[in-house]
């Protein structure tokens, strides 16, 4: 059973940057089936996806985030990482991490909420 | 790209059917029928009950079903049930970006 989990700071600055990682188990980040992702839900809110990547390091950003936002894969780690810069409260959410293939999300972490303070 | 748009709020019976649309443009389907849709109970993690428009995984009734026509995804609970009662979210696959819904919140009356 493959499981997801993330972790980091759950308290940040504004202006500064929201770092995450999930960790896979049960699973190979390193698999050629799958892709992996960040989507986000803002409090009382929907959900926006963020970004995917592939263990080959191919990224896919969502176009109204693209310029804050890195993803990256480590697979020597099984584990793959967010990083949104410039961070303001409207980026206060809870973060999930989700394995991915062809947009489908069937896998999910069970989310972590980041608050962006002043 | 915005969201795709989904009513904001359906209601139903128990034993009735309701039906979920999910809209957008071509951009946000690419030709593909890769619509998927999920279940979100509040203060929990969603989860995938349809893939590739009306595909269910392992586990999820039968009473889901989806369809599709155009730029316009269908999302179907038949012989609704309480435990239904939660957030549905559409989810589109354009070839290089993905798209969700704006959410529907199911109310079992």
């Known amino acids: 059973q493959v499981q997801l989990r993330e972790s980091g700071p759950g308290l940040v600055k504004s202006s500064e940057s929201l770092s995450l990682t999930c960790s896979v188990s049960g699973g190979y980040i390193s698999s050629d089936s799958y892709f992996w992702g960040w989507i986000r839900q803002p409090p009382g809110e929907g959900l926006e996806w963020i970004a995917t990547?592939?263990?080959?390091?191919?990224?896919f950003y969502n176009p109204s985030l693209k310029s804050r936002v890195t993803i990256s894969v480590d697979t020597s780690k099984n584990q793959f990482s967010l990083r949104l810069s410039s961070v303001t409260a409207a980026d206060t959410a809870v973060y999930f991490c989700?394995?991915?293939?062809?947009?489908?999300?069937?896998?999910w972490g069970q989310g972590a909420l980041v608050i962006v303070s002043s | 790209q915005s969201a795709l748009t989904q009513p904001r709020s359906v209601s139903g019976s128990p034993g009735q059917s309701v039906t979920i649309s999910c809209t957008g443009t071509?951009?946000?389907?690419?030709?593909?029928?890769?619509v998927s849709w999920y279940q979100q109970y509040p203060g929990k993690v969603p989860k995938l009950i349809l893939f590739d428009v009306s595909k269910r995984p392992s586990g999820v009734p039968d009473r889901f079903s989806g369809s599709k026509s155009g730029n316009t995804a269908s999302l179907t609970i038949s012989g609704l049930q309480t435990e239904d009662e939660a957030d549905y979210y559409c989810?589109?696959?354009?070839?290089?970006?993905?798209?969700f819904g704006s959410g529907t919140k199911l109310t079992v009356l």
């Open positions: 071509s951009s946000h389907f690419g030709g593909y029928d890769y």
């Open positions: 989700a394995r991915q293939r062809r947009g489908i999300s069937d896998y």
């Open positions: 990547t592939f263990n080959t390091g191919n990224t």
């Open positions: 989810c589109s696959y354009g070839g290089s970006y993905t798209f």
